[in-house]
């Protein structure tokens, strides 16, 4: 039977603790289960692995201190490193201890339109690897398709297969947050073009906190792939160091991808600023143009609006007239000087 899947019923033990998720597999089988955090003695059995085996154990979402402490007492592992997993301010990083390693990274991706970076722990043993995210959800649903086909690599490889395969996953994560980020920035790119408003520094602000964060994240990850491909990691198997340099070079891509479109912004923001100016100067000359047009004709009304009592002009039959028909020829020779001189 390639695989079987043992499922319980979740309303009958809701009130028993988070459920664990945990994953056997080999070549010719596959087995996918879950166990209670409330269960202390499963949780212990865990760690016993038939030789044959690989397996995944998968924790999604706040997790209390007394499970994991049960995990890394039935695993082995460093104390520190368990009361680590809680701390989600952590860098990304790896360490190399005797029989495993412990990587942390960053996952990131939108939920509700919001950008949400989760801290996820990954330790890899010689025939385990352990999975600690910090909500629930993640983006490991192809690896466990994957899985459940016989003939896939991941099934005949070992556990550092399976840990490059979710580091993979979450590095391909941050392509796609930067697919969505890119596409702000065209669909804001276009707003400025069209229509220069104060709400689109808002918006390039607020891109460009995102794309901060997302850099602050997936730099210190470039490290951790440098080093685990290196011999020093005994637990990488030499067949499984190619893709691990993948991963390598896909973090200086997408490290790569945010300074260009940090760029990318920093011009949004200069042409904003170039057509709030060129807006403010058109204003400007039509105003400074309606203020030419009208200086001599004020200087008409001024003159023959003095008070003097012997002005020649003001006993003319036709001076009302003559003097609209004067105003009228000068500010018609002035505009069409000013379009000879295309001023606008």
Not at 81 to 95: D, L, M, P, V
Request: net charge neutral; glycine share 4%.
């Amino acid at each position: 039977m390639d695989s079987e899947n043992i499922q319980a019923g979740h309303a009958a033990e809701k009130n028993t603790g988070k459920r664990i998720e945990v994953v056997d597999y080999n070549a010719e089988k596959k087995r996918s289960y879950s166990v209670r955090s409330a269960d202390p003695e499963r949780i212990a059995a865990l760690a016993d692995i038939p030789e044959n085996l690989v397996r995944w154990v998968n924790i999604d979402g706040k997790c209390e201190s007394a499970v994991l402490q049960n995990l890394g007492k039935a695993f082995r592992i460093h104390p520190l490193i368990i009361r680590n997993i809680s701390n989600h301010t952590q860098r990304a990083k790896i360490e190399e201890y005797q029989k495993y390693l412990h990587i942390v990274a960053k996952m990131i991706y939108y939920a509700r339109g919001r950008l949400v970076v989760e801290h996820v722990n990954l330790i890899l043993g010689p025939r385990y690897v352990i999975t600690v995210g910090e909500t629930e959800g993640d983006v490991f649903d192809e690896i466990r398709l994957r899985l459940q086909n016989k003939d896939s690599y991941v099934r005949a490889a070992g556990p550092d297969y399976l840990a490059y395969l979710l580091l993979d996953a979450i590095v391909e994560g941050y392509f796609d947050v930067l697919d969505v980020l890119d596409q702000k920035i065209d669909e804001l790119e276009e707003q400025v073009m069209s229509v220069t408003s104060q709400d689109h520094l808002h918006a390039i602000r607020g891109i460009k906190k995102e794309l901060l964060l997302v850099n602050k994240n997936i730099r210190p990850l470039r490290d951790v792939a440098a080093i685990i491909e290196k011999p020093a990691a005994s637990l990488i198997q030499p067949s499984t160091q190619p893709y691990l340099r993948d991963i390598y070079n896909h973090i200086v891509q997408a490290i790569d991808s945010t300074e260009t479109s940090r760029e990318l912004l920093s011009g949004l923001t200069d042409l904003h600023m170039s057509n709030t100016s060129y807006k403010l100067n058109e204003i400007m000359k039509v105003l400074t143009i309606i203020s030419t047009l009208f200086i001599p004709l004020t200087f008409i009304v001024g003159v023959y609006g003095m008070n003097f009592r012997y002005m020649p002009e003001l006993e003319w039959k036709w001076g009302y007239g003559i003097t609209w028909i004067v105003m009228i020829v000068i500010s018609c020779c002035m505009v069409c000087f000013f379009k000879k001189k295309k001023w606008f």
